[in-house]
């Protein structure tokens, strides 16, 4: 400001002192004057210049020059870089959250007031069978038509979910999706998507758990106590005290068999993964399946035909690393079931053979009724049964291939199951190569 006011002075001073040498004090006065028009017709000029440039909206174009109006066009120039970048900071930002939301296993959508869809993430789109771009401006009540989502939808509330039907649910295959709804901005919706599956399905087998588990117990108690009151009220002569006395021994023997298995499993699921530094002989695990396969065989064909073909093949000189104990019954439960289902005169093979990737598979196969397609995805849930009345018959519990399969999964093997309806079923587990080793005198715990 110091500089503008000194150069207008200065350039008065030297138009008056031009006009007085030339013509004295009437031309200096007037050379003042002309000066002054000068310095303000040249100012006037500069800041045309600049003026023009912004009405172009061309900032970086602003002419280089000293000055008041020199340092205007810097100080705007520099003020638009910085906006630049603050633009690009922004920009980048949203980028890298609208990138985080696209990868979200939650679904996002973006509703204005009238509930069409203005964007949705990959998620979302699967969730409800939505096309990104053929869909975009769709009302999303034409696209959703669950009556819970429509119920929903009319009367929102951001502190509950709604649960919904997702894409591609079915009777053998259900998807279940929780939505819920959040206004934002004028009239906006904000509506989130989670794939409530593995939950909805996780309830349900609670429920159906606590359900089964109270009534296996209460079948057995039922008849305790019925045989109880008998036995406290009738007078009864020793062979029926003691017909009375064999049956409530079952029913407390089947009890404790069921409560020995739930303890078996929250063991199991309550217990860290078993390790590498226990290894068991196949021979012995062999050994003590069949002395169980042989004794239950034995009390399932007592007095009732012929007895069942066992066949255990010797097994190979080899040790597996793990939980003997979780071992042990995993391979026991296989067993025992294929004699439980096998008629007697039937035959139940075990056989333990190497795989070509040095895997080591345990396999047990029966002449039993076999299990129908439909039934073999299930079999390995908590007390599902193919047939009740003769899982009840042959005193199982249910809860047989649920322990199976937990310490197949605790050790990192695979379970195989193969089944022909009428013709008999082949159980395996195959155990990854890296526990198995050559058998040696200590692989056995002592």
């Not at 109270?214 to 039922?222: A, D, G, N, V, Y």
């Not at 003997?324 to 007697?344: F, I, K």
């Not at 093979?349 to 039993?368: I, M, N, P, R, Y």
């Amino acid at each position: 400001m110091w500089l503008r006011f000194t150069s207008f002075v200065v350039l008065l001073l030297a138009g008056a002192g031009i006009g007085w040498w030339l013509r004295g004090w009437p031309a200096a006065c007037a050379g003042m004057l002309l000066a002054g028009l000068a310095w303000w017709a040249a100012d006037l000029v500069r800041a045309l210049r600049v003026l023009r440039s912004l009405r172009d909206d061309d900032i970086q174009g602003l002419p280089r020059m000293g000055g008041l109006w020199g340092e205007f066009a810097d100080r705007l120039r520099r003020l638009q870089r910085i906006g630049e970048r603050r633009q690009q900071d922004s920009e980048r930002r949203l980028q890298e959250f609208l990138d985080a939301i696209q990868a979200s296993s939650n679904g996002v959508i973006l509703l204005d007031a009238e509930g069409r869809i203005n964007w949705c993430n990959p998620t979302a789109a699967a969730h409800f069978g939505i096309d990104t771009e053929r869909d975009h401006e769709q009302l999303i009540g034409n696209l959703v038509r669950d009556p819970a989502f429509t119920s929903y939808y009319a009367q929102p509330d951001p502190t509950r979910n709604a649960i919904v039907t997702g894409r591609g649910d079915s009777a053998g295959h259900p998807v279940r999706l929780a939505v819920r709804l959040h206004g934002y901005g004028e009239g906006r919706r904000l509506m989130l998507s989670n794939d409530v599956t593995a939950l909805e399905q996780a309830e349900a087998m609670r429920r159906d758990f606590v359900a089964n588990v109270s009534h296996e117990i209460r079948t057995p108690l039922t008849v305790l106590t019925g045989f109880v009151e008998t036995l406290q009220s009738l007078p009864l002569d020793e062979t029926e005290r003691a017909r009375y006395l064999e049956l409530m021994a079952q029913q407390a023997s089947r009890m404790q068999t069921l409560v020995s298995d739930l303890l078996t499993l929250s063991r199991i699921e309550g217990s860290p993964p078993p390790g590498r530094s226990e290894w068991t002989a196949l021979a012995q695990l062999n050994a003590e399946c069949e002395d169980e396969a042989q004794a239950l065989s034995a009390l399932l064909t007592a007095g009732q035909g012929a007895p069942h073909a066992l066949d255990f093949a010797p097994p190979p000189e080899l040790a597996l690393a793990g939980s003997r104990t979780e071992l042990m019954s995993a391979l026991s439960n296989l067993v025992s079931n294929a004699v439980r289902y096998t008629p007697g005169g039937g035959s139940v093979k075990v056989a333990w053979q190497t795989l070509a990737a040095g895997q080591l598979e345990f396999s047990v196969e029966d002449t039993g009724p076999g299990v129908a397609p439909e039934h073999l995805p299930r079999l390995t849930e908590r007390f599902y049964r193919v047939d009740r009345s003769r899982s009840r018959e042959t005193g199982g519990t249910g809860l047989g291939l649920a322990i199976v399969k937990h310490v197949v999964q605790r050790h990192g093997a695979e379970l195989r199951i193969q089944s022909v309806l009428g013709k008999g079923s082949r159980f395996a587990i195959v155990f990854p190569a890296s526990r198995v080793r050559a058998s040696t005198p200590l692989s056995a715990p002592v």
